[in-house]
């Protein structure tokens, strides 16, 4: 099938639909830095500001994909719609949010399918406002709707819970699919399996660096806080790589037997701890690396989601 990959990044999406032989037909993303890396992996620069982008210059598509920034959704103008006898609709309280830049297109291009990713805390956000009117949104829109967190800890050794959400077209699908989330493997990979054996020195901590982080901790830890370093050997699984790992490392440190000092991981470390694999090139500094990484989803579970909706889809045309 035919998709798009809309705040494309670095391409996780894509890499995942592809492992199922489906076909980017439109990429998009306002990050130079993020474009760089995937003109480099892919042969395409998908410099696009979103916000001004037409849906109709948009390929006709089967899958939208998704992993829309969460802006706040700001109901603002709503109850003057309703003084002047107006219905305002989901669609209305989404404006001037990147999700409403994603609806409007799903509105405009109607796909088959869709599968959108953000983090976790969009279900509480705004006292859960903010959930209800982007499922609102959809299901306005005419889409059966599926959604679910997942923790990427299952597929990749990271916890990393995102929220995906997971839409059929109801013109096409007349009844509720028997769309299931996967299931996770009983089997969930540890750090060992994506650490390189010989690392370049200038990722070790400095004792100055390493000495602050640990004050900062006990500081914190006397306070009664939780703030503080992540310290993990071969055998753990790490907390969520962020964008700001470039900062300082600081959530995702390693031990080192033979050092008193932990180190960072690196760019193709945390490459692998999205479940990129080892030929996807990384053109750009380290700090821009980390970023990308960090805002970057996990392609094994992107895959896994991608799998099932493939497998409804399939079932549906044996059915028509």
């Known amino acids: ?23 980017c ?23 696009i500001d979103i916000k001004k982008l037409s849906a109709k210059k948009i390929p006709n598509h089967d899958i939208l994909c998704a992993g829309f920034p969460c802006q706040p959704f700001s109901l603002a103008g709503v109850s003057k719609k309703k003084s002047l006898g107006r219905e305002h609709g989901f669609l209305d309280k989404a404006q001037g949010t ?13 796909p ?14 705004d006292k859960g406002r903010t959930f209800e009117v982007i499922k609102g949104t ?13 923790d990427a800890k299952h597929f990749v050794p990271q916890h990393r819970e995102r929220l995906f959400i997971v839409g059929f077209d109801k013109k096409l699908f007349k009844k509720v699919p028997a769309f299931q989330f996967p299931k996770m493997p009983k089997v969930a990979p540890k750090l ?9 020195g200038k990722y070790f901590l400095s004792e100055k660096l390493w000495q602050y982080l640990q004050d ?26 962020s964008a700001r790992y470039y900062k300082d490392g600081s959530e995702i440190l390693i031990k080192v037997p033979s050092s008193s ?13 999205q479940g990129f694999q080892n030929n996807f090139k990384i053109p750009v500094s380290d700090t821009q690396a980390y970023k990308q990484f960090g805002n970057s989803v996990a392609v094994p579970a992107v895959k896994a989601v991608a799998k099932q909706m493939t497998k409804v889809y399939k079932t549906h045309l044996q059915t028509v």
């Open 112 to 125: 088959k399918m869709f599968m959108l990713e953000n983090v976790k805390n969009v279900y509480g956000h």
């Open 98 to 110: 990147l999700f409403f830049n994603t609806a409007e297109i799903i509105r405009s291009k109607r």
């Open 138 to 150: 959809l299901q306005e829109l005419k889409y059966h709707i599926f959604h679910q967190v997942i």
């Open 192 to 200: 060992d399996s994506i650490l390189e054996k010989k690392v370049d």
């Open 25 to 47: 037909v439109f990429s998009a993303d306002n990050d130079k830095y993020a474009c760089d890396t995937y003109y480099k992996n892919f042969k395409e620069y998908p410099l």
């Open 1 to 23: 099938m035919k998709f798009i990959d809309l705040f494309s990044g670095i391409g996780g999406f894509r890499l995942a639909l592809e492992k199922l032989n489906h076909k």
């Open 261 to 273: 000092r932990p180190r960072r991981l690196t760019p193709r470390e945390c490459a692998r701890l």
């Open 216 to 241: 900062y901790a006990e500081k914190h830890r006397q306070k009664g806080n939780g703030f503080g370093f992540g310290l993990f050997d071969r055998h753990d699984v790490a907390r969520t790589l």
